[in-house]
């Protein structure tokens, strides 16, 4: 024999069921579309977080002003305005600028296995914008030793492309370090130095030397120019504001950056979409279950009125309802934002074998809409229940 | 808990009181609890008013009814309803159960509320009063008297202070009536609580101590 439900069960009993499971279908679609969005979007955000020194809090660019067809006549060179312009743009926290040695630096190595001679793009920085200053980062006028720092690109390029080619043994990082290089500055007219390689950098692409030496060069040899790159300590150079920033003064930079800004503009643009379109979704679910709880209370109005007789007061009345009809209402809320998480745990281990690494579980945000939800669905059901039980 | 009525005249009897001689209506009256008090009234009189209006279910009215200090007719939802779970239980005169439930789930319904007896006191209570074997029947399959059997012990298994009943025999047969009687003055008697029966004659005058005239 089939057992009876408890009373108050048989007194409220949910009207529409029909309707109810169209709604909580449409509720569950519109929740799990609405976290799907918000995963995107933190997801993208992530990723392009990631992307930029190995997660550090900020990343170091190096800036130009794009050389087109127009202005390859021009000065290209910043201003002390544009520069102090761009040290206050959208997520630059410090900059400075790289001053290139206007004069001829012209290295030999001489050696019995290794036997080169090449021009050298040399320039520096201001200290504070390299990533680990080496002992002894010093140079003043008449002193034969110079320290560089050499870009970690140009020894890759060296034991990739150039030594192969040349027949030429590829070298470590501390066989370059015990090099001494013969610079010859400044021309025919210039003098020698002994350089040597104090320590790599990835942060800009050419030979850093003391700002002293550059100083010193420039001062000699140079035009006194203006600086024509500028190395930025950018938080989030993704920052859909800085790139727009970087656009709008003809400014170009390291394009992998910029990627991502392109591709959280995107990412914005589908998960508002998105959102729109859950909302709707969401709203049409709640309306429903608006109309789905009056219909209960109508339903079941004369069994109401009389436990209210009773002494069954309107808020343990209310509270009777609101459990008759919150229950299904959260299990599906919850039900999508369990599904949203497991499309975040395989995403996280389909994109970790690419390198690209995303949480597994969903960040805060995704939690806070999915408690948001929650919250709306709850305040709106116990207002329904409220006006119905009035 | 004291009940003081003050000049109580419902809206719809105002003409009729005004040329009347109630011992009730637009009187003065306090009653102590533990009194025992029997509304006698002809059909018309007023006396399903009176207990709706004692209940808190009925509020047009003039004058004032309260219990100590809440008056029936002001305290809120919340107050009323404290009032029905500990202090006053009532039999209605329509008996009002629920037709889908069984006649046990019509008593639980009010036990989940405010019950202080035990599953064999409440058997033992149908078995007393005839309907044993009407505990898993349908309200809306029993006859009146059993209706009314069934409403009478919905009203015995909460705590109360004053017990109100309203013609709680009128379907029952006299042996029936007597046994409902002896049940009600029991639990009446083990709570120290009041009562007030309003009914159309004295047949059941004996439960009560003092008469009214409605």
Known sequence: MKARKEPLSILIQPQGRGRMAIALSVLFAGVLLLLLSVLAWTDITQLSHNARDNGASSSYIVAGKAITERSMAADNTFTTAELSNLLHAPQVQDGGAVVAAQFPVYATIGGNSLSLATDLPVASVPDRLIDNIPDRWHWEPGQRALPVIMSSEFLRIYNYVFAPGQGLPQLSRESVKAIALTLHVGGPEGIKVTAYVAGFTDRVNTLLVPESFVQWGNSRWGSNGGPSQVLLQVKDPSDAGFSDYLQEHGYVTDARMLQWSRLRTIAGIVTSVTGLLA???????????????????????????????????????????????????????????????????????????????????????????????????????????????? | MKLTLDHVIPDYLRHKVAAGTSSIWNQRLQAE??????????????????????????????????????????????????????????????????????????????????????????????????????????????????????????????????????????????????????????????????????????????????????
């Open chain 1, 279 to 390: 909302l709707m979704l969401m709203a049409i679910s709640g309306i429903v279950f608006t109309l789905y709880t009056e219909l209960t209370v109508a339903r079941a109005h004369a069994s109401i009125a009389l436990l209210g007789q009773l002494g069954y007061s309107n808020a343990t009345l209310r509270a009777m309802l609101l459990r008759r009809v919150l229950p299904p209402v959260l299990l599906v809320i919850t039900g999508a934002a369990l599904c949203g998480t497991g499309v975040q745990m395989l995403a996280a281990s389909r994109l970790a074998s690419d390198g690209l690494i995303l949480s597994i579980i969903p960040q805060w945000p995704y939690w806070l809409v999915y408690g948001g939800c929650a919250t709306l669905l709850y305040v709106l059901l116990r207002r329904s229940v409220a006006r119905a039980t009035a």
């Open chain 2, 33 to 214: 609890q533990g009194m025992k008090i029997f509304i006698q009234a002809p059909s018309g009189a007023g006396k399903t008013t009176l207990v709706h209006i004692l209940y808190g279910l009925q509020r047009e009215y003039s004058g004032t009814v309260s219990w100590d200090d809440t008056d029936a007719a002001r305290a809120d939802n919340t107050r009323i309803s404290q009032l029905r779970v500990h202090d006053i239980s009532i039999v209605f005169q329509d008996m009002r159960l629920f037709p889908q439930l069984t006649a046990w789930e019509n008593i639980t319904v009010k036990r989940k509320l405010a019950g202080n007896v035990t599953d064999n006191t409440v058997t033992g209570w149908l078995e007393e009063l005839g309907i044993g074997d009407k505990k898993e029947a349908m309200a809306a399959t029993l006859s009146y008297g059993e209706q009314q059997r069934v409403a009478i012990i919905r009203a015995l298994v909460q705590p109360f202070n004053w017990l109100i009943l309203d013609e709680p025999f009128s379907h029952l047969d006299h042996e029936h009536a007597r046994k409902a009687a002896a049940l009600i003055d029991r639990r009446v008697n083990e709570q120290k609580a009041g009562l007030i029966l309003a009914d159309l004659n004295n047949d059941t005058w004996a439960l009560c101590n003092q008469t009214l005239i409605l």
